[in-house]
């Protein structure tokens, strides 16, 4: 079913509709974030089965911030488990960890977990792993501005490649595909700027349903497309 020779180097995915799958079953939230976490770990192992370079995960938006104090409360609880209990191994497999976001506002422990999971994973050469946590793109941005006008630069010095280089996300490649789970058709603040080429995947299937076989169809999906960059040469790859 997948094609050779044609893997997107970047896979950007925005996990929605837990709430929803968990609803559906009058089930509590969390158990939808449970199975969630469930289907991040399968998607997580199909990335590096086959050969993706980077896959970013957006795991807790800026906005997230203002679900009921018991969700949010679940969810870090959720996320703390999953760095206890996982990660060690994924960065045994080789992965190379890192987080973008507003990482300060998370609690003291999960920060803890996070800083000592990248630094782990520094010399690894496999794939990337971003996990986007109380992430926003326009507050990203906000604060690379924030930073030119600290470093005092020069309007004349601001390039692309420069601005690129104060997001959080310097030195990783652009995403290639985003796939957004659950039948919204947004970014919803999602790597705005890093967004710009990116070919966009849209699902009805819940978070908690996408399944490494859903994953492979979204891959299969962006092996069809004709990117193109704004130029007139069908197929043409930066
Ligand atoms: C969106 O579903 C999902 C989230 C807000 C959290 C994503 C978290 C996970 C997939 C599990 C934890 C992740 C890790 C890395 C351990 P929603 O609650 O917005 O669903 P809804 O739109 O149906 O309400």
């Known amino acids: 079913m997948l094609l050779s020779g044609r893997i997107p180097a970047h896979v950007a995915i925005i996990m929605d509709g837990n709430g929803r ?3 559906m079953r009058g089930l509590p939230r969390i158990e939808g974030h449970k199975r969630g976490a469930e289907r991040t770990r399968e998607v997580i192992t199909a990335a590096t089965e086959v050969g993706v370079n980077t896959l970013t995960l957006y795991a807790f938006s800026l906005e997230n911030w203002k679900r009921p104090d018991e969700e949010v409360s679940m969810l870090m609880k959720l996320l703390e488990f999953y ?3 996982e990660f060690s191994e994924l960065i045994k497999r ?4 890192r987080t973008i976001g507003e990482i300060w506002r998370l609690p003291e422990n999960i920060q803890a977990l996070l800083k000592d999971a990248e630094e782990k994973s520094l010399r690894n050469k496999g794939m990337n792993l971003v996990l986007a946590l109380s992430y926003g793109g326009r507050n990203e941005i906000i604060r690379a501005v924030k930073k030119a006008m600290n ?3 020069k309007p004349g010095d601001v390039t692309e490649a420069y601005f690129d280089s104060l997001l959080d996300t310097s030195g990783l490649s652009a995403p290639d595909l985003i796939i957004r789970t659950s039948g919204e058709k947004r970014i919803s603040n999602f790597l705005l700027w890093q967004a710009a080429y990116a070919e966009l995947h849209f ?3 819940l978070w908690p349903d996408f399944t490494r076989e859903e994953f492979f169809l979204a891959l299969h999906d962006y092996q069809m497309r004709e990117r193109r960059f704004g130029t007139v040469n069908a197929r043409a790859e930066r």
């Open 83 to 85: 760095l206890k209990k």
């Open 21 to 23: 799958w968990a609803e």
């Open 94 to 97: 080789g992965i190379v960890f």
């Open 203 to 205: 699902t009805d299937t």
């Open 151 to 153: 470093l005092g630069v």
